[in-house]
Every structure is written in C-alpha cells, then in structure tokens.
C-alpha cells in the first residue's frame, strides 16, 4: 500500500475491477473509496448499475457541482506524515419533504438507509429509520435512535442517505438517495437534497429533500 501511495504521488494510476469475478457481478460497481484512498486518480464505474456505490462515486464529486477535478487530500498529495484527525458524529433523520412515491402496491412504508463508506467494509454501519406517520407519503417523519459514528479520515469518507420502499412482499423499492463527503457535513439542521436513480433531481424528484439533524461530539 505504501508503495502504491508513493507511485500516485508522482504518476497517473487508473484501476480496473478483476476480470476474475463472476459473470453475473460483472455490472456490478466496487467500492471506490479503496482506490482513492491509495491516491488512484482514475476510478472507473459501471453507469449502467445504479447501486449505491455509484451513488458514492458520485457524491465524490457533489461539493463543487459534480464537475471539474477534486484535490486529493494532502497526506496523499505529498509526503505528509501527520495523523488525520478523526471525527464522531451523530445523525437524526427527522422528516422528508415532496418524496415521490411510485404507484403503491399497498400501504407504503417507507425507511431510510444511512450507510457510511470509509474505505474498509468493517468500518460501514448503517441504519434504519421507519416511518411513523401513516397515509403521509410524500413529507414522511421518521422517529428511531440516532445514527452515531466515527470517521477516521473524514477527507475520504462517504455519507450516503437513501430512501426506500418496503412492500407487502417484504421486498424493497429504491425511490431516492444522495451522498456528499462527511468532510463537508456541518453541524445543526440541514435540508438534503435526494436525487433519482439516474442522479438527477428534475421531475417530481425537483424539491425531494430530508431534514437531518447533525451533531459533531
């Protein structure tokens, strides 16, 4: 790994997933976090798998209008050997506004995933929210323990928020999502702003958004 880092200080690195892996997770995304994390500049994604790993991808990009470049943080862009500093974190979905809803196969119920990606599959926690308003399907409150976490290198973190339907089949609907750097998160209310499965926030998806209280410990 150290070697690996000391080569993308210097030089342009793009990774590939393994032609190794079976046919059928052959459009499936990987996690990219790993990749960044030792300093690779190219880190393809399959677009044609909307997963929550390309929603990672994208919220990569998210702070500064999901175009141009994105710095590497400086302990990867140079020879610095100070620690990062870790973060903790807790966050309470309260509500969502204007979410859309497809056409219902029963009752909806609707939840959120909050489901942090820090680079090593041990570090991910999620959590869920269950509504706890009934027949108030497009501006639903959530009520359940908060979501406490720590971040080791907040530059490389992602925090994915994402909004889903369980029918009657226990089966689980994708309706939205958004995911942004935990190093750009702030403290006290927030409004976040969900995307469709195409990432695009036009149509009914236009004013989607959750309301999420955040608390830096």
């Not at 994604?45 to 919220?59: I, Q, Y």
Request: hydrophobic share 40%; aromatic share 12%; glycine share 6%.
């Amino acid at each position: 790994c150290k070697n690996i880092k000391a080569f993308t200080q210097n030089h342009l690195c793009r990774v590939f997933p393994s032609w190794n892996v079976l046919p059928s997770k052959m459009f499936t995304n990987y996690d990219p976090i790993f990749a960044w994390s030792m300093g690779c500049q190219l880190v393809p994604m399959n677009f044609h798998s909307a997963d929550e790993r390309l929603f990672v991808a994208d919220g990569r990009f998210r702070t500064n209008g999901s175009c141009g470049y994105v710095l590497k943080p400086s302990s990867l862009a140079e020879n610095n050997t100070n620690s990062v500093e870790s973060e903790e974190w807790t966050l309470e979905v309260l509500c969502g506004s204007n979410i859309p809803i497809k056409k219902p196969k029963g009752t909806p119920n609707l939840f959120v995933k909050v489901s942090l990606f820090a680079g090593s599959t041990m570090k991910d926690k999620s959590a869920f929210y269950k509504t706890s308003i009934q027949h108030n399907y497009a501006n639903p409150v959530w009520e359940g323990n908060n979501f406490v976490f720590a971040v080791d290198n907040p530059s490389l973190a992602i925090i994915v928020f994402s909004v889903w339907d369980q029918n009657p089949n226990g089966l689980e609907d994708f309706i939205a999502a958004a995911a942004f750097p935990a190093s750009s998160l702030r403290e006290g209310y927030r409004s976040v702003s969900l995307f469709d499965v195409h990432h695009s926030r036009s149509g009914p998806f236009a004013f989607a958004s959750l309301l999420v209280k955040a608390l830096k410990s």
